[in-house]
């Protein structure tokens, strides 16, 4: 299945825009609520701040200077593939499913949450984030997906220039069509096995190189 074919599924941006103007930027790109809304800024702790807006009232409270994609339901599940040179690891995290969030309170209109608490490894999220993530299958990447995995490296290296980064992939609830939804720049390498190691090599391979 070429499941890897680029796909751009586009945006929305968010400057001062009322609620009105918002949903009807989402209706002309044919998006359906609920939407991830987040920070245009990629670094730092704004970076990770996010919100799920799950009706048309909750984007009334979308932030200016913001992005807003589609929300892809990904069972609670989240892999990230963590880059150095010619290696990956990829490790499981939590996430947030959409069906748990609206069991949980169907009254919200918009969840905000921070991206880099909910996917820690240990999960000690917040309690009502744990009772969103706690009964996700923490299982490895199914090897369907992993083998797709060196091309995207290969294609992300060689577009980015880059030989330090990460990506998120989810894979969606109903299609099992795996999404790549984020790039990191020189990320955390939590959970990737001996990369001190690996790194130490990269560096001395590429200063003999030179």
Request: aromatic share 10%; net charge neutral; with cysteine.
């Amino acid at each position: 299945k070429q499941w890897y074919q680029r796909r751009v599924r586009g945006y929305v941006l968010v400057n001062k825009e009322n609620a009105i103007s918002i949903n009807n930027s989402l209706t002309a790109k044919n998006y359906k609520l609920p939407v991830i809304c987040k920070s245009r800024i990629a670094q730092g702790a704004m970076g990770h701040d996010m919100s799920i807006i799950l009706n048309e009232k909750g984007l009334e409270e979308a932030r200016t200077n913001s992005v807003i994609v589609p929300f892809i339901d990904h069972d609670a599940v989240l892999y990230k593939v963590f880059v150095c040179g010619d290696d990956f690891n990829v490790v499981t995290r939590p996430s947030i499913t959409l069906s748990k969030l609206v069991n949980n309170d169907t009254q919200i209109n918009i969840y905000n949450f921070h991206s880099d608490t909910v996917s820690k490894v240990t999960n000690d999220s917040t309690q009502v984030q744990e009772d969103l993530c706690k009964d996700a299958d923490m299982s490895p990447l199914d090897g369907e997906y992993m083998q797709l995995i060196p091309q995207w490296v290969k294609i992300m290296r060689s577009v980015l220039k880059l030989s330090l980064f990460g990506f998120d992939i989810i894979i969606e609830s109903k299609t099992k069509k795996p999404f790549v939804i984020d790039i990191n720049y020189f990320p955390g390498y939590d959970g990737f096995k001996n990369f001190h190691e690996i790194l130490s090599d990269m560096l001395y391979q590429a200063a003999v190189s030179q």
